[in-house]
Each structure stands twice: as C-alpha cells, then as structure tokens.
C-alpha cells in the first residue's frame, strides 16, 4: 500500500476545512471539484453552508460540489481527474487501495457510521 503521495494545496485545506477550520488564509484561489455520495442531503449541509457563506473563498478555494447519485460511481470520478474529491465510504477506499488505486482518506467526518441495515421483525437469518 503506497500513502507518501502528496495530496494538492487546496485539497488539505478542504479535509482540513472539515475537520473543523483552518486559521490561514491559502494566497491564490484554487478550483476544487467535491463530489458528494448521493443527492444533496442533511449530512451534507457543512459542505454547502460553507460555500453559501463563502467560507471556502475565504480561503482561498473555488468549490464546485457535484452529487452522487445511484448511477455515479465517485472513485472512477475521481481516479479520471473529473472529481478532486469524493465522500465515499470505508470499504471503498480500502477496496481501491488494495486494488493499486491512488486515493487517500482525507477527513472521517462522523463519528460513527450512518449506514445501517433494517429487517422486518420476522427476519430471523440473512441465510436464503
């Protein structure tokens, strides 16, 4: 598994910028292609408040967020150079990597997991 690959500018500000904030001012606007996971959605909200507010501008990036959707695959996007980055999830990463792809996980911005699996209450094995 490779992880020395160095990640652009404005990309550490955006995983830094998702971690909480950053103190500096970036000098030079960066374009930033942000790929979401599906349609625009609560989770999400950070992303586009902070570009509503501008506080991407203020430093320094020029943010462009697309949505995911079910007909988008987010890692294709982005090993093409047509998303800068993506919110996936774990295993897809972890499958990539694997699979010799360059990718790097920049931010784990919740806590736990928001995925879950549901049953009806009769359901008593995954097994056919």
């Known amino acids: 598994m490779k992880t020395g690959a160095r990640l652009p500018r404005g990309i550490r500000w955006l995983g830094l910028m998702a971690l909480g904030g950053v103190s ?3 000098q030079a606007e960066e374009k930033i292609v ?4 599906w349609y625009a959605q609560a989770e999400q909200g950070g992303y586009y408040q902070a570009q ?3 506080l991407y501008k203020k430093y320094g990036l020029d943010v462009e967020i697309r ?5 988008v695959n987010g890692m294709q996007l982005l090993l093409s150079k047509r998303a800068d980055v993506i919110i996936g999830y774990d295993l897809q990463l972890l ?4 699979r010799g ?7 784990a911005p919740f806590q736990y997991d928001p995925q ?3 049953t009806h209450a009769d359901v008593t094995s995954l097994q056919g």
């Open 24 to 26: 500096l001012a970036v």
């Open 34 to 37: 942000l790929l979401t996971s």
């Open 52 to 54: 509503a507010t501008g």
């Open 67 to 71: 949505s995911g959707g079910p007909q």
């Open 95 to 98: 499958e990539g990597i694997q």
């Open 101 to 107: 792809f360059q990718a790097k996980a920049i931010a």
């Open 116 to 118: 879950g699996l549901l």
